[in-house]
């Protein structure tokens, strides 16, 4: 392996004195790398795959997480204290951890590049800031990653006790994981389950974000009234389309379009499309 600090013609005590100097500062940037991992999930399924061939997965499980970086430190400590001989890397795993393809497993190119993937891929605010942490190995292995994510609508004007739903689309259509989550900004306003079904469930105004597993989010604004029967809003009735391709929303025709409001009370009126 061509560490630096076994290059020939170096001198013994340099080597001695190098050797200590690597071993300190490869403990000190993981600890720093892993500070970054909020939650390291080793039965997180997002980036699983069946491919053996995936980069980054050293060990050959599947799926890459924090089991490969420990792989790959473990044969660099052999490398350099030419002791655990079992810590090697046969010629598999060590094509699938040579992430910065020059043919040497090291922690200033590929451990980085691994643990910088894997705080990005369980971290959707640190996939957003550094997308390129996950290019890289994604590149690699192939996969298509979400790029954008679209929404059936921008905005949303509702009244308090009436639901809606927003539909989301993953682009691009062949993304290979096209996993995304709900959130409000302000559940004291409205609510949204996983199906992206909203209930307003107080005056105010906040958001409505669909964000992808890596990151990419796309935000529908809601104004929540006062319930009022005069009330000109034209929140979306309640449907469970699926046929939105981020167009054409989900919205009910005709005038039976009443709906309940965890049983308080219910009502009638024409649909309205916004
Ligand atoms: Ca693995
Ligand atoms: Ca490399």
Redesign the pocket.
Known sequence: MALEIYDEGREPKRAKYMHKKVICVMFIITVLLISLIPKIEFADDSNQTSNKDLIG?????G???M??VITMLKHLSNEKTQKHSEWKLDADQFRRADIIEDNIVDVKNDVIALLKYIAASNNPKIAQKHPEWLALINDKNNIIVPTDIALNKSQLDMMVGEKATLTATVVPEEAENKTYKWKSTNEKVVQVDSNGILIAVGEGKCSVNATTWNGVTKACAVVVKPYSAGNGNTANNTTNSTSGGGGSGGTTSGGTGGWSTGGRWRRHRPVAET
């Open positions: 997965d050293v060990n050959g499980s799926k890459i997480d089991s490969d």
